[in-house]
């Protein structure tokens, strides 16, 4: 089992930045791949970036490239997502997710989630 606790989000103005947390507790951290998911109401969990145990990364390029960078520090048992050039579409509650699988793209492959952080942009 593993614990996820997401941390970071807030109020914003457009082209501000923020950096979202997510600590994990419980099993080994550093034996899992570990992604980032957002969504908002009435729409389908959105996958935004995921990090594998060496740093290896996969990212929704449409929606976050060039934007948002995904990282991890398993010393504290902790992944980051710097999210810069913040848009009011990128409005949402963000959530961090572990995984069994190798850099999934689909919410339904990860194992653990977090109880998520709002993410709030401003125009």
Same mark, same amino acid.
């Given at each position: 089992?593993?614990?996820?606790?997401?941390?970071?989000?807030?109020?914003?103005? &457009?082209?501000?930045?923020?950096?979202?947390? @997510?600590?994990?507790?419980?099993?080994? =951290?550093?034996? !899992? *791949?570990?992604? %980032? =998911?957002?969504?908002?109401?009435?729409?389908?969990?959105? =996958?935004?970036? &995921?990090? /594998?145990?060496?740093?290896?990364?996969?990212?929704? /390029? *449409?929606?976050?490239?060039?934007? =948002? $960078?995904?990282?991890? #520090?398993?010393?504290?048992?902790?992944?980051?997502?710097?999210?810069?050039?913040?848009?009011?579409?990128? /409005? &949402?509650?963000?959530? @961090?997710? &572990?995984?069994?699988?190798?850099?999934?793209? !689909?919410?339904?492959?990860? #194992? %653990? %989630?977090?109880?998520?952080?709002?993410? $709030?942009?401003?125009?």
């Amino acid at each position: 089992q593993v614990q996820l606790v997401e941390s970071g989000g807030g109020l914003v103005q &457009a082209g501000g930045s923020l950096r979202l947390a @997510c600590v994990a507790s419980g099993r080994t =951290f550093s034996g !899992h *791949d570990m992604g %980032w =998911f957002r969504q908002v109401p009435g729409k389908e969990r959105e =996958f935004v970036a &995921a990090i /594998t145990l060496a740093g290896g990364v996969r990212y929704n /390029t *449409d929606s976050v490239k060039g934007r =948002f $960078t995904i990282s991890r #520090d398993n010393a504290k048992n902790t992944v980051y997502l710097q999210m810069n050039s913040l848009r009011p579409e990128d /409005t &949402a509650v963000y959530y @961090c997710a &572990a995984t069994r699988a190798m850099l999934p793209s !689909h919410s339904y492959e990860y #194992d %653990w %989630w977090g109880q998520g952080t709002q993410v $709030t942009v401003t125009s």
